[in-house]
């Protein structure tokens, strides 16, 4: 039912749907550039793929979790489920998972319509990587959701917050100085990740990205559970 919900919310499901039409796009009207030399590395797949990835998974991932949310507070089907047997911790493990299994679907298909293979990839890393950043934004969303009383004020909230995190490709790109700062956002990590995996040595795990990955999946979740404790999830 909840698959229903969120494929029947056209302002909720378009997000992903975007992402993957905007990379298609991208890689056809992009040069196919592959510099790897002088301490700079840029693919053209790499730029793409990041891209697609942080659309996806900040905007969509995002949306997911605080419009629906919003919209049954909103028409109060919320507080009608929250009086019969179904508490608030049941109905956020049910809505966690839906759109954690769109965003990984679409997260996949991103790998062939970014232009790279499924050979190129280390899709142990890949889908540890996005699934974890998938959560985190699930997380975040949610927050967003607590705190919006309907679907516009969810949006608002909503919209500095996706703003900063899908201009992390651009702003490290343009902004190498800035960019050291970006490297310890998950959708830094994300970037670096696409980045690497067309260099010679590929990706390679370490000590900061997983610091990065654990301490924002532990503060988003912390927030999470204090708003939570805080508003309820109908409040």
Same mark, same amino acid.
Request: glycine share 8%.
């Given at each position: 039912m909840?698959?229903?919900?969120?494929l029947?919310?056209t302002?909720v499901?378009?997000?992903p749907i975007?992402?993957?039409?905007?990379?298609f796009?991208m890689?056809?009207?992009?040069?196919?550039?592959?510099v790897?030399?002088?301490?700079?590395?840029?693919?053209?797949s790499?730029f793409?793929?990041?891209?697609?990835?942080?659309?996806?998974?900040?905007?969509?991932?995002?949306s997911?979790?605080?419009?629906?949310?919003?919209?049954?507070?909103?028409?109060?089907? &919320?507080?009608?489920?929250?009086?019969s047997?179904?508490?608030?911790?049941?109905?956020?493990?049910?809505?966690l998972i839906?759109?954690?299994?769109i965003?990984?679907?679409?997260?996949?298909?991103?790998?062939?319509?970014?232009g790279a293979?499924?050979a190129?990839?280390q899709?142990?890393?890949? &889908?540890v990587?996005?699934?974890?950043?998938s959560?985190?934004?699930?997380?975040?969303?949610y927050?967003?959701g607590?705190?919006?009383?309907?679907?516009?004020?969810?949006? &608002?909230i909503g919209?500095p917050?996706?703003?900063?995190?899908?201009?992390?490709?651009? &702003?490290k790109?343009l902004?190498?100085d800035?960019?050291?700062?970006?490297?310890?956002?998950y959708?830094?990590?994300?970037?670096?990740?696409?980045?690497?995996i067309?260099?010679?040595?590929?990706?390679?795990w370490n000590?900061?990205?997983s610091?990065?990955?654990f301490?924002?999946?532990?503060?988003?979740?912390?927030?999470f559970v204090y708003a939570?404790?805080?508003?309820?999830?109908?409040?």
């Amino acid at each position: 039912m909840k698959f229903q919900t969120l494929l029947s919310n056209t302002s909720v499901i378009l997000a992903p749907i975007l992402a993957l039409g905007f990379v298609f796009i991208m890689k056809r009207i992009m040069p196919d550039v592959n510099v790897n030399e002088a301490g700079m590395n840029f693919s053209t797949s790499g730029f793409v793929l990041s891209f697609g990835l942080i659309f996806n998974i900040a905007i969509a991932g995002i949306s997911m979790s605080s419009s629906p949310l919003a919209e049954e507070k909103e028409k109060n089907t &919320l507080r009608v489920l929250m009086t019969s047997s179904v508490n608030g911790l049941e109905y956020l493990i049910g809505t966690l998972i839906p759109p954690l299994i769109i965003l990984i679907v679409v997260n996949i298909m991103m790998i062939p319509v970014s232009g790279a293979s499924f050979a190129d990839i280390q899709l142990g890393s890949y &889908l540890v990587i996005s699934t974890v950043a998938s959560v985190i934004s699930l997380l975040i969303g949610y927050v967003v959701g607590i705190f919006s009383k309907n679907q516009t004020q969810a949006s &608002l909230i909503g919209m500095p917050i996706t703003l900063i995190l899908t201009s992390v490709p651009v &702003l490290k790109f343009l902004q190498e100085d800035f960019g050291q700062f970006l490297n310890y956002t998950y959708t830094g990590v994300l970037t670096n990740y696409s980045n690497s995996i067309f260099t010679e040595s590929g990706y390679q795990w370490n000590v900061t990205d997983s610091a990065v990955l654990f301490s924002w999946l532990l503060v988003s979740t912390i927030v999470f559970v204090y708003a939570y404790k805080k508003n309820g999830i109908d409040g």
